[in-house]
Nanobody, 123 residues
Framework: QVQLAESGGGLVPAGGSLRLSCVAS????????VGWFRQAPGKEREFVSA????????NYADSAKGRFTITRDNTKNTVYLQMNSLQPVDTAVYYC????????????????WGQGTQVTVSS
């Protein structure tokens, strides 16, 4: 069993930056790929980015490329999402989840989820 907790969300103006953190408990966390997803009101959960177990391989949605960076520090059981040049369309609840492969973009492949952290970008 893996438990996840997201943090770092908040209210920022357009063009601003946030760094989200996903902290895990469970000794098997380091064997998982971790993905970031977001969900806006009335919309389905959307893939943002993922990283493999070691941090050596990454995967980005087109909407995230060039603006967002995913990293992990397994010594701290933490995965980060650095978000720059934020726009109002990025407003959503952001979730992290664990899966067996960083190439997975369907949330159905992710076994564990955190409670989410709210990101709001004002115009």
């Amino acid at each position: 069993q893996v438990q996840l907790a997201e943090s770092g969300g908040g209210l920022v103006p357009a063009g601003g930056s946030l760094r989200l953190s996903c902290v895990a408990s469970g000794r098997t966390f380091r064997s998982y790929a971790v993905g970031w997803f977001r969900q806006a009101p009335g919309k389905e959960r959307e893939f943002v980015s993922a990283i493999n177990w070691s941090g050596g391989s990454t995967n980005y949605a087109d909407s995230a490329k060039g603006r967002f960076t995913i990293t992990r520090d397994n010594t701290k059981n933490t995965v980060y999402l650095q978000m720059n040049s934020l726009q109002p369309v990025d407003t959503a609840v952001y979730y992290c989840g664990c899966s067996g492969n960083y190439n997975y973009r369907d949330p159905g492949w992710y076994d564990y989820w955190g409670q989410g952290t709210q990101v709001t970008v004002s115009s």
